[in-house]
């Protein structure tokens, strides 16, 4: 059974950077795309930034391009997102998620991933 357990949200000022955790069970990342998500209180839920089987490739949206980094550590079978620069905008619920593949381009379409964490709270705030 295939589970995503994520953690790390919390409370920050803008400015600030916090780095989630996701680990991942049942399922091996050798053979998995990791994406995460985001869904704002009243907003649709968006991909923000994924990474592929091989850790080989990543992809991130444009609103956080240079301030987010993907990266895995495949000992603890754990994907972490590194969110940098945070903004009020940044304020969500944030969820991994994982499909099967290997190819090389992995997808921010959150339809493309059946498997979902519960969802770990990030607030920016002053």
């Known amino acids: 059974q295939v589970q995503l357990v994520e953690s790390g949200g919390g409370l920050v000022q803008p400015g600030e950077l916090l780095t989630l955790s996701c680990v991942v069970s049942?399922?091996?990342?050798?053979?998995?795309?990791i994406g995460w998500f985001r869904q704002a209180p009243g907003k649709e839920r968006e991909g923000i930034s994924c990474m592929n089987n091989r850790a080989s490739r990543t992809n991130h949206a444009d609103v956080v391009k240079g301030r987010f980094t993907i990266y895995r550590d495949n000992v603890k079978r754990t994907v972490f997102l590194r969110m940098t620069s945070l903004r009020p905008e940044d304020t969500a619920v944030y969820y991994c998620?994982?499909?099967?593949?290997?190819?090389?381009?992995?997808?921010?379409?959150?339809?493309?991933?059946?498997?979902w964490g519960q969802g770990t709270q990030v607030t920016v705030s002053s």
């Open positions: 998620a994982r499909k099967f593949s290997v190819e090389s381009s992995c997808s921010l379409r959150t339809d493309d991933y059946p498997y």
């Open positions: 049942g399922a091996s990342l050798d053979s998995s795309h």
